[in-house]
């Protein structure tokens, strides 16, 4: 394969990881929509999206196997393929968290409608929006972009404790609701499994333009933080 014709199946690559971003990026946004109007004609274009990103998923991994076994790239070219690999899998896995919504909203469809003391619709606005900055960092090849993703995924991961605290005590004080609060906490759970999967798209982002690899960076911290504290102490 020449440099030419290898630098042309990058590109394809990347617009097809593209093409697949797109669709796992509707279908969180339709999950969440069909929770907000209960409607269940949106949770079936969720559920045809998922059939096609999966398809997706499969001829992207093997299109990037076919470059490393046939390139044998080097260095950027290199992390790029690895990152992109990667990047599938967690595309994937948020058509999988936006199914596992569209879900929900089905198996409350007989439920009546209830007023619940957590803000499904933000913290699902907070998610997608890690993903749009997480893909856009990934267009942009902007490492400072990526890191700033990162810095998101604390948010969400406060409004998904704060939504189990208050759910759980609403199905202990009034079990009339309690499916309803079961519903929204899985909801929930599955809203911050999406950011869950921006962080780690950030993070290849970081990997493929820097080198950098910057998993588990919250352990890091946390780690830092208690041999400074235990540091100051002594």
């Not at 991994?61 to 080097?74: I, N, V, Y």
């Not at 913290?123 to 890690?130: I, N, P, Q, S, V």
Request: hydrophobic content about 45%; cysteine-free.
């Amino acid at each position: 394969m020449t440099r030419i014709r290898f630098q042309q199946s990058l590109e394809d690559l990347k617009e097809n990881l593209l093409v697949m971003a797109g669709l796992a990026e509707q279908a969180i946004q339709r999950a969440i929509e069909a929770y907000r109007v209960r409607d269940l004609s949106i949770t079936e274009l969720v559920t045809r999206s998922e059939v096609a990103i999966n398809r997706m998923e499969r001829d992207i991994d093997q299109a990037a196997l076919d470059l490393l076994a046939m390139e044998q790239p080097m260095a950027k070219d290199l992390r790029f393929i690895l990152s992109v690999i990667k990047i599938n899998a967690d595309l994937e896995r948020v058509g999988d968290a936006a199914k596992s919504i569209s879900d929900r909203v089905r198996s409350m469809d007989q439920l009546p409608l209830t007023e619940l003391p957590v803000d499904i619709p933000r913290m699902a606005t907070l998610a997608a929006d890690m993903v749009r900055k997480s893909l856009q960092s990934f267009i942009e090849a902007d490492a400072e972009m990526a890191r700033s993703v990162l810095m998101m995924d604390d948010a969400v991961d406060a409004m998904n404790r704060m939504a189990y605290k208050t759910l759980t005590k609403v199905m202990e004080e009034n079990s009339s609701v309690a499916p309803q609060a079961l519903n929204a906490l899985m909801i929930s759970r599955s809203l911050e499994r999406v950011a869950d999967h921006a962080t780690n798209i950030a993070e290849d982002v970081i990997f493929w333009v820097q080198g950098d690899d910057v998993r588990h960076h919250k352990s890091v911290q946390a780690n830092n933080k208690q041999a400074g504290a235990a540091n100051s102490g002594s």
